[in-house]
C-alpha cells in the first residue's frame, strides 16, 4: 500500500559529498517520523538520523556536524545530505517512515529497500 523509494547513492572519494532522497507513495494520510539507517556488513542496522513531521531532528554521534536531515511534507520525501564522507560511511542506507495510511486507517512502519552508499579512493 505504501513504498518507499531511495536514491541518490553511489561511489563518492573521501571528503566528498551526496544527498540520498526517499519518496513515499500510496495510500498515505499522513507521516510521522522519518529517519535513515545505515547497514554495513556484519554489524547491525543503525539509526543515522531521524526527523519528526514537526522537523526535530536527531542524528547518530558518528554523523553530526556532516550529516544533514529534512523533509519535504508536501512531497512526502526525506533527504540526507552527507558531506566529508569518510570510508567508515559505507554501507546500504534505508529509509524509514511512520505511515497512517487510508482505506482503513491504521499506523504501518515502511522500510525503503535501500541505497548504496561506497566511500573509497
Known amino acids: 500500500q505504501v513504498q518507499l523509494v531511495e536514491s541518490g547513492g553511489g561511489l563518492v572519494q573521501p571528503g566528498g559529498s551526496l544527498r540520498l532522497s526517499c519518496a513515499a507513495s500510496?495510500?498515505?494520510?499522513?507521516?510521522?517520523?522519518m529517519g535513515w539507517y545505515r547497514q554495513t556488513p556484519g554489524k547491525q542496522r543503525e539509526l543515522v538520523a531521524a526527523?519528526?513531521?514537526?522537523?526535530?531532528?536527531n542524528y547518530a554521534d558518528s554523523v553530526k556536524g556532516r550529516f544533514t536531515i529534512s523533509r519535504d511534507n508536501a512531497k512526502n520525501t526525506v533527504y540526507l545530505q552527507i558531506n566529508s564522507l569518510k570510508p567508515e560511511d559505507t554501507g546500504v542506507y534505508y529509509c524509514?517512515?511512520?505511515?497512517?495510511?487510508?482505506?482503513?486507517?491504521?499506523?504501518?512502519?515502511?522500510w525503503g529497500r535501500g541505497t548504496l552508499v561506497a566511500v573509497s579512493s
Open positions: 500510496g495510500s498515505i494520510f499522513s507521516i510521522n517520523a
Open positions: 524509514n517512515a511512520g505511515v497512517v495510511v487510508t482505506g482503513p486507517y491504521r499506523y504501518l512502519g515502511v
Open positions: 526527523i519528526t513531521s514537526g522537523g526535530s531532528t
